[in-house]
């Protein structure tokens, strides 16, 4: 079956640091990617997403690109700010049946 | 505004009490999930349901039971033979026709059993 595989945490940078967490997935068929992140006390929030091979997701700064050939989606940020501290998933999906990540926590420092 | 909704936000229950967590959606998915989620860990799957009065159990079921007699609605019981039920309750739901779509997620309920 499906599954992924996260960088683990937790990761600490400093305001304006570059941001990278790897994510790497296997599948059968053709899977979607996507990047969740989940803010203290609350559900997860889609963050990005990409349907196809080179495909790139990107939203509030954060880019992914769906690499088949390196079974890969890391996320990556130029400059992250205190208000991106938060956890961090991977996940994909097989039809209606979804595979996540164990969570990257990230923390941002000013 | 179209969501998931998830009530109450944090629910206190002695042992050995079942409880019913509630989870809706307006936003015609098909298909919904319950998870769990314990401090520093990922998600597990509870049960999930593709159609209405149709379920099935994930990697821990063991101790929960669902209903799905409306496609708005996916109430999840914590029975008292769940060992150990102190947890963050998520419930999602997705569209089932759409291959590449994603999971939308409640707000989450904070189970506390003493």
């Known amino acids: 079956g499906n599954s992924v595989t996260q960088m683990e945490g937790p990761v600490t940078l400093s305001e304006e640091a570059f941001l990278t967490i790897n994510c790497t997935y296997t599948?059968?068929?053709?899977?979607?990617l996507f990047w969740y992140v989940q803010y203290p006390g609350e559900g997860l929030q889609l963050l990005l997403k990409?349907?196809?091979?080179?495909d790139k997701g990107s939203n509030k700064g954060f880019e992914a690109t769906y690499r088949k050939e390196t079974t890969s989606f890391h996320l990556e940020k130029g400059s992250v700010q205190v208000s991106d501290s938060a956890v961090y998933f991977c996940?994909?999906?097989?039809?209606?049946?979804?595979?996540f990540g164990t969570g990257t926590s990230l923390t941002v420092i000013p | 505004d179209g969501g998931i909704t998830q009530s109450p936000k944090y629910l206190f229950r002695k042992e050995g009490q079942n409880v019913t967590l509630s989870c809706e959606q307006n936003?015609?998915?098909?298909?919904m999930y319950w998870y769990r989620q314990d401090p520093g860990q990922g998600l597990r799957l509870i049960y999930y349901?593709?159609?209405?009065?149709?379920?099935q159990k994930g990697d821990i079921a063991e101790g929960y039971s669902v209903s799905r007699e409306k496609k708005e609605s996916f109430p999840l019981t914590v029975t008292s033979a769940q060992k150990n039920p102190t947890a963050f309750y998520l419930c999602?739901?997705?569209?089932?026709?759409?291959?590449?779509?994603?999971?939308?997620f409640g707000p989450g309920t904070r189970l506390t059993v003493t």
């Open positions: 990409a349907t196809k091979a080179d």
């Open positions: 936003l015609n998915h098909d298909a």
């Open positions: 599948a059968t068929g053709y899977p979607s």
């Open positions: 349901s593709q159609i209405v009065n149709d379920f």
């Open positions: 999602a739901s997705s569209l089932t026709r759409d291959r590449v779509g994603e999971q939308y």
């Open positions: 996940a994909t999906n097989t039809g209606n049946q979804f595979y």
